[in-house]
């Protein structure tokens, strides 16, 4: 009988501390402060009960009073600060940190050599996400001004030197990368406008893969069975060349055969670039699926600088027509010669029109980035299937200028006419010699194959990443020196000019799900002998032509 008479204490006790403690919460968020002092029924019901005596209850709610005002007396925590706006449905956070070690290597047919021992780095940020009423928008910050690269070199900052001493940072600025608004009003069409990621399926043959087209672009999709039939249209502002108009006298424009003065005067149009494209996605199988697409590139409000008589544009100028040969020289099968300068850059000396026919840009007349006679067809391509449980893919591009013909021709031109003058600049002679015109140098083509584990194509270029993932990835390239818009070239592979083909080749694998280390190999030489490799790189700008080209990178990258 004691025995019995202990259990239902011990329940009795245990249940007026829950008791006690229900009803202390009840009386700090409901109870009126007139009935604070008032006893819970519920200890009531438990004395008549006889769990528990009149004493025991008093003491226990006593405490739990006393613990109930110690609590009210804490502090409460601060709120957040961090506030969204209403107006956003949601945020992401995505970018990377990348570290690099690369050496890049020429040579000329001379035998001359450049080789760049670099370590680098790059950082990527930004925030994108959906608005409401089916708008989205994003935008990313890039080190780097470079807009075909991000990365800055380690320990060339113009800033460290005796003075300031080393470890300087004035080349690691910050720079808007990307910065747009979409609205997609319907599954089938989305428009974007500002600068924007590259809305285009293309391969980095024909642009390289961090340069973000500014303007508007379109996109439509429409399924039909196993079928996404698709089309991107482009209207990008290439180059704002401000003011419009200027009257002469205002400091503005270059009069000729002077790089300074009160100025000859302006009058320029905006520079634009359309894209037309077209194509489908063929999900054949579960595991197949084949990719292809046409577009169409054209140019309008190119401007030479004839068209401004008596002055010179600044240079390089993209209305002049594109010339693309540099230091050395083989004309109509003769030995090979010097001219002044390298890839064209002559400091301080006018090739304007009283000079040289054709070509108004002071201290570069051999222009490498013209846009004259550039009507561009590219067809990008993609099989994709699995070999066992490993993905892989065929993948390649072909592009064809329609006005290649005229543009080789142009370019004959006007290199004949600044050979044929150089005796007007100091130091030179004249070049009597004809330069034929190779008007076959029009196409390019890239061809490759990529294999890694599942779900990892990609993972070389940053754009996938899961842990212990891996892939291969290996190229041809082929581009002639009149095929293509010189300005949009990747700068890596191979090194942003015309006239060369060659191989890539790259491995990556993933440590962590965010952690990618990545290997890259490249080697080009020059297409055709009788021309230069014509373009507008900036690693190596002192060789053209370039006779033959390796790179190798080791990337750390994280990805986020």
Request: charged share 15%; net charge negative.
């Amino acid at each position: 009988m004691r025995l019995i008479k202990a259990r239902r204490r011990a329940i009795g006790l245990a249940g007026i501390i829950v008791v006690a403690a229900i009803s202390v919460a009840t009386r700090g968020s409901c109870a009126d402060s007139s009935n604070t002092n008032a006893t819970d029924p519920l200890l009531d019901l438990f004395i008549k009960k006889g769990f528990v005596t009149q004493q025991e209850a008093e003491q226990v709610e006593s405490e739990a009073e006393a613990l109930r005002t110690n609590e009210m007396q804490m502090p409460s925590p601060p709120l957040s600060k961090w506030k969204i706006s209403e107006g956003l449905k949601n945020v992401e956070l995505f970018g990377d940190v990348r570290l690099r070690y690369e050496d890049r290597s020429e040579e000329d047919p001379a035998g001359n050599s450049i080789d760049l021992q670099r370590f680098r780095y790059s950082v990527r940020v930004g925030l994108r996400g959906d608005l409401f009423d089916h708008f989205n928008y994003g935008f990313r910050l890039d080190t780097g001004a470079n807009p075909r690269s991000s990365f800055i070199t380690a320990g060339t900052s113009s800033s460290s030197g005796p003075y300031q001493g080393p470890f300087g940072k004035s080349n690691s600025g910050i720079n808007i990368g990307q910065v747009y608004l979409g609205w997609q009003p319907w599954n089938w069409l989305g428009i974007t406008v500002g600068k924007m990621p590259n809305p285009l399926y293309t391969t980095p043959m024909v642009w390289n893969g961090n340069i973000s087209p500014e303007g508007f672009a379109e996109r439509l999709k429409y399924p039909v069975g196993p079928v996404d039939f698709f089309a991107t249209f482009g209207q990008f502002l290439y180059a704002d060349l401000n003011p419009d108009s200027a009257s002469q006298g205002l400091g503005i424009g270059f009069l000729s055969g002077s790089s300074s003065g009160s100025g000859s005067g302006q009058k320029t149009d905006n520079i634009f670039m359309f894209a037309w494209q077209g194509g489908l996605d063929y999900h054949i199988t579960t595991n197949i699926s084949a990719k292809i697409a046409a577009t169409l590139y054209n140019y309008q409000g190119l401007q030479s600088s004839s068209e401004n008589p008596g002055t010179t544009a600044d240079s390089p100028y993209f209305g002049d027509p594109y010339v693309g040969e540099g230091a050395y020289y083989l004309a109509g099968g003769a030995a090979q010669s010097f001219a002044p300068g390298y890839s064209g850059y002559n400091p301080g000396h006018d090739f304007s029109l009283s000079t040289v026919p054709g070509s108004g840009s002071i201290s570069f007349p051999f222009n490498q980035v013209g846009l004259n006679h550039l009507l561009v067809v590219e067809i990008p391509f993609e099989f994709n299937f699995k070999i066992s449980r490993l993905d892989a893919r065929v993948f390649g591009d072909v592009a064809y200028n329609l006005q290649g013909k005229q543009r080789a021709e142009d370019a004959a031109t006007t290199y004949q006419n600044i050979l044929s003058t150089l005796a007007a600049v100091p130091g030179s002679t004249t070049i009597a010699t004809n330069f034929p015109a190779q008007t076959h140098d029009v196409k390019a083509y890239q061809i490759g194959f990529d294999i890694g584990s599942r779900d990892s194509l990609g993972l070389v270029g940053g754009t996938a990443s899961r842990r212990h993932a891996w892939e291969v990835k290996t190229y041809w390239q082929h581009i002639e020196q009149y095929a293509l818009d010189p300005n949009l070239l990747d700068t890596d592979f191979f090194e942003g000019v015309e006239n060369l083909q060659g191989i890539y080749v790259a491995a990556g694998y993933c440590f962590t799900d965010n952690l990618i280390g990545t290997f890259r190999y490249g080697h080009a030489s020059r297409i055709n002998d009788l021309l230069g490799t014509g373009g507008s790189g900036q690693d190596i700008p002192q060789i053209n032509p370039i006779k033959d080209f390796d790179i190798y990178q080791v990337d750390l990258t994280f990805r986020f």
